[in-house]
């Protein structure tokens, strides 16, 4: 096929000390019809002029600023103002590899509505096979390091989450995504540079049943009519929530009616030792001991 053009959107916020590493990184790119759209979303640092200083520099670069509304707010602004026929996000304080839209566009083909760097084998799989694995968390949900076909993104609902809802967005727009694709490749390749920032959001947030709870209703709002056709994914996804609640030593009751059904359905589906005993221990400390035990168990059996 024909090499398309890429729009490769950077959602900025107070990444000052990474941003200029990430941007050079993106205009090295082998590759070379792409456009870059860094998305200002209220930086109270100096993210904002640098990003002014690259688009003077490079006419591949634009820039939009916007009062602080959140990371899918900045980048539905990209989205709204691209005009390449792929997408590709990039976190601020992140980097790409030199080779990254070209290992990418690469494996493109004219029935291929995206491509997912980062795993376990290259194969292609359904839209269908690509919800699932999120829901078992046999994929990471993030946006990031991906190429996806613009057209997906008309009508997505999921890019107007509120600014309420910092931790998990990128899994919901590719939970919504993946229910709209046909094919996907997959690839083993890891063009991705994801930096650790202790300043991130995902580093400090607080575990909350407020929040567990309303990420659980997201997704099964996201999942819709078609959630009959992943119940097992969407049984052990809820199992991950109720974990979740669980390891991070949130207060909950087991009354509650999503895990009452859960306790009540554990027999419908094959269940790893871990899921067990989530389900079986209903004392939170000693599920936590239980837990790392397994965790030990699994380390060790590794080793051998």
């Known amino acids: 096929m024909n090499k398309p053009k890429i729009s490769i959107i950077v959602p900025v916020y107070n990444t000052e000390p990474y941003l200029?590493?990430?941007?050079?990184?993106?205009?090295?790119?082998?590759?070379?019809?792409?456009?870059?759209?860094?998305?200002n979303d209220g930086s109270k640092d100096r993210s904002g002029e640098i990003c002014e200083k690259y688009a003077g520099k490079d006419t591949r670069v634009k820039v939009f600023h916007q009062t602080n509304q959140g990371v899918t707010a900045a980048r539905k602004c990209g989205i709204l103002h691209s005009n390449g026929e792929y997408l590709c996000?990039?976190?601020?304080?992140?980097?790409?590899?030199?080779?990254?839209?070209?290992?990418?566009?690469?494996?493109?083909?004219?029935?291929?509505d995206a491509v997912v760097?980062?795993?376990?084998?290259?194969?292609?799989?359904?839209?269908?096979?690509?919800?699932?694995?999120?829901?078992?968390n046999e994929k990471n949900g993030s946006l990031w390091g991906n190429l996806y076909k613009r057209s997906l993104f008309k009508n997505c609902r999921s890019l107007d989450l509120d600014k309420d809802f910092p931790i998990g967005e990128d899994y919901i727009t590719n939970l919504e995504l993946g229910?709209?694709?046909?094919?996907?490749?997959?690839?083993?390749?890891?063009?991705?540079?994801?930096?650790?920032?202790?300043a991130s959001v995902m580093h400090v947030?607080?575990?909350?049943?407020?929040?567990?709870?309303?990420?659980?209703?997201?997704?099964e709002k996201t999942l819709g009519s078609e959630i009959e056709n992943f119940e097992e994914a969407w049984y052990k996804c809820q199992l991950r929530t109720l974990e979740n609640l669980i390891v991070r030593?949130?207060?909950?009751?087991?009354?509650?009616?999503?895990?009452?059904?859960?306790?009540?359905?554990?027999?419908?589906?094959?269940?790893?030792?871990?899921?067990?005993?989530?389900?079986?221990?209903?004392?939170?400390?000693?599920?936590?001991?239980?837990l790392g035990i397994e965790v030990r168990i699994k380390e060790r059996l590794k080793c051998k």
């Open 20 to 39: 200029r590493e990430c941007i050079e990184s993106i205009l090295r790119q082998s590759y070379a019809d792409f456009e870059v759209l860094l998305v």
């Open 89 to 112: 996000f990039v976190d601020s304080d992140d980097t790409i590899t030199p080779d990254a839209l070209a290992v990418l566009v690469e494996a493109l083909q004219e029935d291929i």
């Open 117 to 136: 760097s980062a795993a376990n084998k290259n194969v292609f799989i359904s839209g269908h096979e690509y919800v699932r694995m999120l829901l078992e």
């Open 179 to 198: 229910l709209k694709m046909k094919r996907i490749v997959c690839l083993t390749a890891s063009i991705y540079n994801y930096r650790y920032n202790p």
């Open 205 to 219: 947030r607080t575990y909350t049943l407020a929040y567990e709870e309303k990420f659980r209703k997201t997704v």
């Open 249 to 290: 030593r949130v207060r909950f009751s087991y009354d509650r009616p999503w895990i009452h059904k859960l306790l009540k359905t554990r027999h419908n589906y094959p269940l790893t030792l871990r899921q067990k005993i989530i389900l079986r221990v209903r004392h939170a400390v000693l599920c936590r001991y239980l």
